[in-house]
Structure formats: structure tokens, C-alpha cells
């Protein structure tokens, strides 16, 4: 018999920086307890960036857009999805010393066990994170 897996959690936010705080406030609640102390900071850094992400650059003003967020374990890591409406593929910039911003996809690559970014079947893309799960999690 086949293991059942997990079901991921799953959120729609609208596309406002209120919402970044929002999902890094869900993201750390459905994290299991017992994961919190080993996965709880990088996992809420993590939802913070990739939404902030999607806000600024998967978006437009003009629509009414939603960013989906899901998170869920599977194969030894708890994962992230953050998909938004854009079509651009993200990649990590390298902003100069005294620039305020364009870390976030560094950020996300030094945290990250491993990421990437895919086309949604429909619309939009999303940008997918893994952080390993502590021996024995």
C-alpha cells in the first residue's frame, strides 16, 4: 500500500505588500511544531521574499491579482510555492554594495536546499523552494 502523502496547505493573497506579513504569519503557523525551531526562521524568510517577489514583479496595478502560496513536506523537505500571474522567469541579480535592493533571489539561493522557477500550466509562474528537513523529520 502506498504511503498517503501530506496535503498542502494552500492560500490566496492579493497582490499588497499587507499580504507578505499575512503569508509569513500562515506559513509559520502550519509549520508542525516540532519543526519550528530547526525551520521556522528561514521558512518565514523565505515566504517573505518569494512574495514580495511575486507582488512587485509577477503583478500588475491595473488587475485584480492573486499570489497562491502552498506549502507542504515531501522527500525529506518542507516546500514553498509562490505563484503569481507573470510570465518573466526570475533570476538572481547582483546589485551593487550600496544598492537597497535585488538580494532577494540571493537570499533565497543561500537559505533554499534547492529552487527553481516553472511555468504554470494556465497562467503565471511559480517559483519553488526547498528547505531540508532536520535528521529524522
Known sequence: MPEIPHIPAHWRF?????SVG????????????VLR?????????????LVTNAIRHGTRPQ?????????????????VAVSDPGT???VPAHPDA?????????????LAA?????????????VIAGLSLPQGG
Do not use: Q
Not at 27 to 33: G, I, T
Not at 114 to 126: E, L, M
Open 22 to 33: 499575512r503569508a509569513r504569519h500562515a506559513v509559520a503557523e502550519s509549520l508542525p511544531h
Open 98 to 110: 550600496d544598492g537597497e535592493g535585488g538580494r532577494g533571489l540571493l537570499l533565497v539561493d543561500s
Open 88 to 90: 518573466g522567469k526570475p
Open 63 to 79: 488587475d485584480e491579482n492573486l499570489i497562491e502560496l502552498v506549502l507542504w513536506p515531501a522527500d525529506g523537505h518542507y516546500w
Open 37 to 49: 525551531p530547526h525551520l521556522g526562521d528561514d521558512l518565514r524568510l523565505l515566504t517573505s521574499e
Open 14 to 18: 492579493p497582490a499588497h505588500p499587507a
Open 114 to 126: 534547492t529552487w527553481t522557477v516553472r511555468p504554470r500550466p494556465a497562467r503565471g509562474t511559480s
